[in-house]
Nanobody
Framework: QVQLVESGGGLVQAGGSLRLSCTAS????????MNWYRQAPGKQRELVAH???????SYANSVKGRFTISRDNAKNTVYLQMNNLKLEDTAVYYC??????????????WGQGTQVTVSS
């Protein structure tokens, strides 16, 4: 079993900032890609950002320029720095990663989610 645990969510006013973190633990060989998803009430879960082990990043258009994804490979941790938060950023944010748990076993894991609420 591999566990992804998120932290850093909370309540913040519009224009403020939060930093989310997600740490992987358990038995695995490699995590090449780590992702942040979010799901707002009444909406489908969407990919917010992802990052490779080499540091290549991509972002949803709605957050580009405001959010920054980063990772610390030594700590098996991915971060999401969220600046200039908007009301529409309110959602449960989930860490996700396809994890190589064996030479021929790549499993998809999800964190439990952390709530981000942006108020005016």
């Amino acid at each position: 079993q591999v566990q992804l645990v998120e932290s850093g969510g909370g309540l913040v006013q519009a224009g403020g900032s939060l930093r989310l973190s997600c740490t992987a633990s358990g038995s695995f060989f490699n995590i090449n890609v780590m992702n942040w998803y979010r799901q707002a009430p009444g909406k489908q879960r969407e990919l917010v950002a992802h990052i490779t082990s080499g540091g290549h990043t991509s972002y949803a258009n709605s957050v580009k320029g405001r959010f920054t994804i980063s990772r610390d490979n030594a700590k098996n941790t991915v971060y999401l720095q969220m600046n200039n938060l908007k009301l529409e950023d309110t959602a449960v944010y989930y860490c996700n990663a396809p994890v190589q748990v064996a030479p021929q076993a790549l499993n998809d894991y999800w964190g439990q989610g952390t709530q981000v609420t942006v108020s005016s």
